[in-house]
């Protein structure tokens, strides 16, 4: 039994001991400040615990941010550059090939490849960064392209997703991150980030990448402008997706990650005195995302936005994945995260341990990995509740 005691949570209490779904009504009362925070953790710590017991995963990576020019203008975001300003750049050939030895010298088993949406780049230059990758480098997965870019894709080409996504995977695509969501509700998403692919479109990617066996994630950008309904009924619909897709057969989304905000150098932040959402937040939103989405595996606290010490308490508050050693994140960095740029394995393992969970290094697909002299290899996947 739980030590819960709030009169508040009494209802949910009984609905969570139960393995029964919370409603939208529920999740305004985990959003409250009303119910009491420890509370709600423990309550979302039993949900981790049933899927995901003790371990703490992580993973070996690194971030490809191959260009930061962008034809959007996204009211919160820090990275993006016109082709003028000073701090634009577009990757080529060379360089890409390089960031991939890197990679690999460093025991990587992913990189994370997302970035700007350069007017002036071809389609064929997409679908190169991954192409090259994966010709010279087959053992790094590829985890590539956000539903706002093969959105973009899908309209250079003039091809429906599922060419696009086809295309994408023949070139050696392995899985799609969860970027791009932000608040789905559309009395928010218009004011951040009114041009880009609408929650609809969101949707219909990822719906497709399921259809074609893509594992994919899913992500909330939340502390902004957004109130607590308009979460709950982002991830209501994150909730209602995966339904389908479980239902049609597939894996649908693995791990849901909840993004803090940074306010630093974005004009979201300038024109509405926004500050960075507080720990007590943080954990929040970790809790209630970890207690609505009951049918998603995973949850991830990503220690370059929460910073090392939140995502810590982050795994007794649903979170049961920690991300990995991050090589070259770029897009965090530039609102003003000032977390590490990288973090070693031996650092990972510290933290998840002073946590109290058990260190496991996992790939792309939750596969665990092991390392020896010669190299890494992984094994079976690992189930949700081991």
């Not at 058990?358 to 990995?369: K, M």
């Amino acid at each position: 039994m739980l030590r819960t005691s709030s009169e508040i949570l009494a209802p949910i209490r009984e609905k969570v001991e139960a393995g029964e779904r919370l409603s939208f009504d529920d999740g305004l009362v985990l959003e409250s400040p009303e119910a009491p925070l420890p509370e709600v953790g423990e309550l979302a710590n039993l949900v981790r615990e049933r899927k995901n017991g003790n371990a703490g995963y992580y993973n070996i990576n690194t971030h490809l941010n191959a260009t930061n020019i962008c034809v959007y203008r996204c009211s919160f975001c820090a990275f993006r550059s016109d082709l003028r300003q000073a701090k634009g750049y577009w990757m080529q050939d060379d360089a890409i090939l390089e960031r991939g030895r890197e990679a690999v010298e460093n025991g990587c088993t992913e990189m994370h490849i997302v970035g700007g949406l350069h007017h002036q780049a071809k389609y064929d230059w997409y679908r190169k960064v991954v192409s090259l990758l994966h010709d010279n480098y087959p053992d790094l997965h590829l985890k590539a392209w956000t539903p706002v870019e093969i959105d973009w894709f899908a309209r250079l080409t003039k091809k429906p997703i599922s060419w696009v996504l086809e295309d994408q995977r023949e070139a050696g695509l392995g899985s799609m991150p969860g970027g791009g969501a932000e608040i789905f509700h559309p009395e928010i998403r218009s004011k951040i980030c009114e041009h880009k692919a609408d929650s609809g479109r969101w949707f219909e990617t990822h719906r497709t990448a399921h259809q074609l066996g893509l594992r994919t994630n899913c992500t909330m950008l939340y502390g902004h402008i957004e109130q607590p309904r308009h979460r709950i009924d982002h991830l209501i619909r994150l909730r209602e997706q995966q339904d389908e897709s479980l239902a049609a057969g597939s894996d649908g989304f693995q791990t849901f990650i909840p993004l803090s905000y940074h306010p630093e150098n974005n004009k979201l932040g300038e024109e509405n005195n926004l500050r960075k959402p507080s720990g007590l937040m943080d954990l929040r939103q970790m809790a209630v995302a970890r207690l609505m989405l009951d049918n998603i595996d995973h949850i991830k606290a990503y220690w370059i936005m929460l910073g090392i010490g939140t995502a810590q308490v982050a795994l007794s508050y649903g979170a049961d994945d920690i991300d990995g050693t991050v090589r070259h994140e770029l897009i965090y960095h530039d609102a003003g995260a000032t977390t590490p740029e990288v973090m070693g394995v031996s650092e990972i393992e510290r933290i998840i341990r002073e946590a109290g969970r058990e260190p496991i290094e996992r790939d792309t697909l939750y596969r665990r990995v092991e390392r020896s002299g010669e190299g890494w290899s992984v094994g079976e996947k690992i189930t949700a509740e081991a």
